[in-house]
């Protein structure tokens, strides 16, 4: 469910959230797909959100919605959900129609015991219709369903151009490190559970692949510790951008299991809560309007 705070975003904020290619399931079964496992791909590249129908806002309208600010979507409807107002098979072809290769769109809908029913349903919504993302028959024993989905998202390209979803820092992360005798502290601006950029205060003329040790970092009140290698440094509105990959005390990449996960948590968190707010804001705007609507048509 979406959280009920709606704070104000502005335009540079609302800029990077809606940033990188993002997958809505539209009112799935939870128990067949439970919101545990958008963490779960989100470790895998996917930024996932469920969307559930409510009393507050028309599922129209927040699709509609959705669909005019995360331009780079894509759209998996439940069609066995049963949803007033909303006949899926005339809904999903509308969509289809309207936006054609603008959005993706993809069906789940539960396993069917007839053949010639999941015969016809394929046919319509992959031929009729030309949905491009895949009419997938989610298992009674959810577990599969999470490799089940997980493969279609890769078919699709769910991660989009990225491998790893990033969130951007507030003005409290930071990583601080010793370089040439020196105590450095720079400030963090995005960060992966692969990756970290940052800039500092006084340039520190790190050279290209050169290795740091026991970088400790803190983001939003979380704190680790980990090796780095800088990747690339690159001039940005003025100052120079560092972007390093975490490298493990052996040499290889990546951060150790225990900090992998927990920066894992806190990515989900940071980026998530931030897409929710943004859609909270959208949803009560669209709720305002649907108001007034009616309200005028009661006048008259």
Same mark, same amino acid.
């Given at each position: 469910?979406?959280?009920?705070?709606? !704070?104000?975003?502005?335009?540079?904020?609302?800029?990077?959230?809606?940033?990188?290619? #993002?997958?809505?399931?539209?009112? !799935?079964?939870?128990?067949?797909? !439970?919101?545990?496992?958008?963490?779960?791909?989100?470790?895998?590249?996917?930024?996932?959100?469920?969307?559930?129908?409510?009393?507050?806002? !028309?599922?129209?309208? #927040?699709?509609?919605?959705?669909?005019? /600010?995360?331009?780079?979507?894509?759209?998996?409807?439940?069609?066995?959900?049963?949803?007033?107002?909303?006949?899926?098979?005339?809904?999903?072809?509308?969509?289809?129609?309207?936006?054609?290769?603008? /959005?993706?769109?993809?069906?789940?809908?539960?396993?069917?015991?007839? +053949?010639?029913? =999941?015969?016809?349903?394929?046919?319509?919504?992959?031929?009729?219709?030309?949905?491009?993302?895949?009419?997938?028959?989610?298992?009674?024993?959810?577990?599969?369903?999470?490799?089940?989905?997980?493969?279609?998202? &890769?078919?699709?390209?769910?991660?989009?151009?990225?491998?790893?979803?990033?969130?951007?820092?507030? #003005?409290?992360?930071? /990583?601080?490190? +010793?370089?040439?005798?020196?105590?450095?502290?720079?400030?963090?601006?995005?960060?992966?559970? $692969?990756?970290?950029?940052?800039? &500092?205060?006084?340039?520190?003329?790190?050279?290209?692949?050169? =290795?740091?040790?026991?970088?400790?970092?803190?983001?939003?009140?979380?704190?680790? *510790?980990?090796?780095?290698?800088?990747?690339?440094?690159?001039?940005? $509105?003025?100052?120079?951008?560092?972007?390093?990959?975490?490298?493990?005390?052996?040499?290889?990449?990546?951060?150790?299991?225990?900090?992998?996960?927990?920066?894992?948590?806190?990515?989900?968190?940071?980026?998530?809560?931030?897409?929710?707010?943004?859609?909270?804001?959208? &949803?009560?705007?669209?709720?305002?309007?649907?108001? *007034?609507?009616? +309200?005028?048509?009661?006048? /008259?």
């Amino acid at each position: 469910m979406l959280e009920s705070a709606v !704070p104000d975003i502005d335009d540079e904020s609302k800029k990077y959230i809606i940033m990188g290619r #993002k997958t809505f399931f539209i009112c !799935p079964d939870v128990s067949l797909l !439970p919101e545990s496992y958008l963490e779960d791909y989100l470790a895998r590249g996917y930024e996932t959100y469920i969307i559930s129908d409510d009393r507050i806002c !028309p599922l129209t309208k #927040k699709i509609e919605m959705i669909i005019s /600010v995360f331009t780079d979507s894509i759209l998996f409807f439940y069609i066995d959900a049963d949803i007033e107002g909303i006949e899926w098979s005339s809904y999903i072809k509308a969509l289809q129609t309207t936006y054609g290769s603008k /959005v993706l769109i993809g069906v789940l809908y539960t396993k069917r015991s007839n +053949e010639k029913e =999941k015969f016809n349903l394929e046919k319509y919504y992959l031929y009729d219709v030309g949905i491009q993302c895949g009419c997938i028959a989610l298992e009674y024993q959810r577990a599969k369903n999470f490799y089940l989905i997980d493969k279609i998202m &890769f078919a699709n390209q769910a991660c989009g151009r990225r491998k790893t979803v990033r969130a951007f820092c507030d #003005k409290s992360s930071e /990583v601080v490190f +010793e370089y040439k005798k020196k105590r450095i502290r720079g400030k963090l601006s995005d960060i992966s559970i $692969n990756h970290f950029s940052c800039t &500092f205060d006084v340039d520190p003329a790190i050279q290209q692949y050169e =290795k740091l040790n026991r970088c400790i970092f803190l983001v939003d009140g979380m704190h680790f *510790e980990s090796d780095a290698v800088l990747m690339i440094s690159r001039e940005v $509105n003025g100052q120079m951008l560092y972007i390093f990959l975490f490298t493990k005390k052996d040499g290889s990449n990546g951060l150790d299991e225990d900090s992998m996960n927990r920066l894992g948590q806190k990515i989900y968190q940071l980026v998530t809560t931030r897409a929710k707010a943004l859609m909270n804001s959208m &949803f009560d705007k669209a709720r305002r309007i649907v108001s *007034e609507e009616y +309200e005028e048509l009661e006048r /008259v």
